[in-house]
């Protein structure tokens, strides 16, 4: 008689963004417990969960093409909005949801499915983190994502950080989780390549003025013109009209425009492993594509010409071995990191990458194994502790201060039409043409 067929696991994830979906389905396939343990991402669907993707229908909904740089396959995959998110969420059963969101988002969604479980005698196990480095809004975004089953720390220093923030304020902390970035990994460098590439990673809000960004590309091109035997690229997360978690009014292929670049910079888009692959040096200001490249053991600097600032992020990296400046690099400086610090930020630490997991996996098994079920969400927020303060991020969602759908809300019960399609592209494009040309002119006209 053959042995019987393990179930898979299945698993939701909700995302808000391209970086924030690359990261939710990348961590459910590493925390799905069962036969999806030994598996990745990029293997057979049938052997990993089943897994389905909702986009939260926003400013910053990833286009095809974005979805299709992250390269991560979805069972299903459709755009939805919270309410009708919700609604899904009441009808269907799963045994873990990944909520991918920014910390509001995290937030409502955690009341709004108290609300909608509440008649329910099982539910999935919630799980919520962040994409990549946490350098502002600490409290602040911890304490929105309070109330998950499991709050990934993608490391050490990260966990002590969020048990230290929930502790301190009396929330119960036994939800932070260690693990690691699910999308680690990669060939380790071994040595220089033919030609030799530096690249940039560029961000889409650090630094966020004109002046900044205009520097550091021309010292990108500057270093191209100095080393002409060397490949420059100019990593870039989206192409003009589309938007990544955080909002771009200066793109770089606009700043480029007005310079000539030598023959051997250019612009290049596609995942970042890949680029990776064929990196001698990789410069950002705080890009997590900083800690991709220390896990790969490629030479990464952190650059230092714009401060070490707590607005740019690049506080993060003191201790690292990794702060340079353009001038050092021009130079020759190869940077040499401190493995101390590397190991406590959860990349290239001691052991295999996918050990990173085992805890966040146990821990949901748990979870998925108790007999009476799971008890209703608790949210450190609520009316009675937040009353000034929750009310308005549910609003946002068309939640109101029970987590119940205000009236109004939009439709639930039916996919939108074709007219109601191209409406909604207009209206993207018309918020995004808002952000990246009119915001711009009328800040510099109140500057006159």
Same mark, same amino acid.
């Given at each position: 008689?053959?042995?019987?067929?393990?179930?898979?696991?299945?698993?939701?994830?909700?995302?808000?963004?391209?970086?924030?979906?690359?990261?939710?389905?990348?961590?459910?396939?590493?925390?799905?417990?069962?036969?999806?343990?030994?598996?990745?991402?990029?293997?057979?669907?049938?052997?990993?969960?089943?897994?389905?993707?909702?986009?939260? =229908?926003?400013? #910053?909904?990833?286009?095809?093409?974005?979805? +299709?740089? *992250? %390269?991560?396959? !979805?069972? &299903?995959?459709? $755009? /939805?909005?919270?309410?009708?998110?919700?609604?899904?969420?009441?009808?269907?059963?799963?045994?873990?949801?990944?909520?991918?969101?920014?910390?509001?988002?995290?937030?409502?969604?955690?009341?709004?499915?108290?609300?909608?479980?509440?008649?329910?005698?099982?539910?999935?196990?919630?799980?919520?983190?962040?994409?990549?480095?946490?350098?502002?809004?600490?409290?602040?975004?911890?304490?929105?994502?309070?109330?998950?089953?499991?709050?990934?720390?993608?490391? =050490?220093?990260? #966990?002590?950080?969020?048990?230290?923030?929930? +502790?301190? *304020? %009396?929330?119960? !902390?036994? &939800?932070?989780? $260690? /693990?690691?970035?699910?999308?680690?990994?990669?060939?380790?460098?071994?040595?220089?390549?033919?030609?030799?590439?530096?690249?940039?990673?560029?961000?889409?809000?650090?630094?966020?003025?004109?002046?900044?960004?205009?520097?550091?590309?021309?010292?990108?091109?500057?270093?191209?013109?100095?080393?002409?035997?060397?490949?420059?690229?100019?990593?870039?997360?989206?192409?003009?009209?589309?938007?990544?978690?955080?909002?771009?009014?200066?793109?770089?292929?606009?700043?480029?425009?007005?310079?000539?670049?030598?023959?051997?910079?250019?612009? *290049?888009?596609?995942?970042?492993?890949?680029?990776?692959?064929?990196?001698?040096?990789?410069?950002?200001?705080?890009?997590?594509?900083?800690?991709?490249?220390?896990?790969?053991?490629?030479?990464?600097?952190?650059?230092?010409?714009?401060?070490?600032?707590?607005?740019?992020?690049?506080?993060?990296?003191?201790?690292?071995?990794?702060?340079?400046?353009?001038?050092?690099?021009?130079?020759?400086?190869?940077?040499?990191?401190?493995?101390?610090?590397?190991?406590?930020?959860?990349?290239?630490?001691?052991?295999?990458?996918?050990?990173?997991?085992?805890?966040?996996?146990?821990?949901?098994?748990?979870?998925?194994?108790?007999?009476?079920?799971?008890?209703?969400?608790?949210?450190?927020?609520?009316?009675?502790?937040?009353?000034?303060?929750?009310?308005?991020?549910?609003?946002?969602?068309?939640?109101?201060?029970?987590?119940?759908?205000?009236?109004?809300?939009?439709?639930?019960?039916?996919?939108?039409?074709?007219?109601?399609?191209?409406?909604?592209?207009?209206?993207?494009?018309?918020?995004?043409?808002?952000?990246?040309?009119?915001?711009?002119?009328?800040?510099?006209?109140?500057?006159?």
């Amino acid at each position: 008689m053959p042995a019987s067929t393990p179930k898979r696991p299945r698993i939701a994830v909700l995302a808000d963004s391209d970086t924030r979906w690359k990261w939710g389905a990348l961590t459910a396939h590493r925390i799905a417990p069962g036969p999806s343990m030994e598996t990745g991402p990029d293997e057979d669907a049938q052997v990993g969960p089943a897994l389905d993707g909702f986009l939260l =229908r926003g400013r #910053a909904t990833p286009t095809p093409r974005q979805l +299709e740089e *992250v %390269g991560v396959r !979805a069972d &299903s995959l459709r $755009e /939805v909005t919270a309410v009708e998110f919700l609604r899904t969420m009441a009808e269907e059963s799963y045994d873990i949801l990944v909520l991918a969101l920014v910390g509001g988002g995290v937030q409502a969604m955690l009341h709004g499915l108290k609300r909608a479980w509440e008649n329910r005698t099982s539910r999935p196990v919630v799980v919520t983190g962040y994409v990549g480095v946490v350098y502002e809004k600490l409290a602040d975004g911890l304490l929105l994502r309070h109330g998950a089953d499991l709050v990934l720390a993608n490391s =050490r220093q990260d #966990a002590d950080r969020f048990r230290a923030v929930y +502790e301190g *304020v %009396g929330a119960d !902390a036994t &939800s932070v989780t $260690e /693990v690691a970035l699910p999308f680690l990994g990669g060939a380790a460098y071994e040595g220089e390549h033919d030609p030799f590439t530096v690249v940039f990673a560029a961000q889409p809000s650090v630094p966020e003025n004109r002046k900044d960004r205009t520097y550091l590309l021309n010292r990108l091109v500057q270093h191209a013109r100095k080393h002409p035997e060397r490949e420059v690229l100019l990593k870039l997360r989206s192409k003009p009209g589309e938007h990544t978690t955080h909002i771009e009014e200066l793109p770089y292929q606009k700043l480029v425009q007005r310079l000539d670049p030598p023959a051997n910079f250019q612009l *290049v888009y596609g995942n970042m492993g890949e680029v990776l692959d064929r990196t001698d040096l990789l410069v950002t200001v705080s890009s997590t594509a900083a800690l991709e490249s220390l896990h790969r053991r490629v030479p990464t600097v952190v650059l230092t010409d714009l401060g070490v600032r707590e607005a740019l992020g690049n506080h993060h990296f003191v201790g690292s071995g990794c702060l340079a400046s353009w001038d050092q690099l021009d130079a020759g400086h190869r940077p040499v990191p401190d493995e101390e610090w590397v190991a406590r930020q959860g990349v290239a630490a001691e052991g295999p990458y996918e050990s990173a997991f085992d805890a966040a996996r146990e821990r949901i098994a748990k979870l998925l194994g108790r007999p009476a079920g799971l008890p209703p969400l608790a949210p450190y927020y609520t009316p009675v502790t937040a009353p000034g303060y929750l009310p308005g991020i549910l609003a946002r969602h068309h939640l109101g201060p029970d987590g119940t759908p205000l009236p109004g809300a939009p439709a639930a019960d039916r996919d939108p039409g074709p007219v109601r399609q191209i409406v909604r592209r207009a209206a993207r494009g018309a918020y995004r043409h808002g952000v990246q040309r009119v915001a711009p002119v009328i800040r510099r006209m109140g500057e006159l």
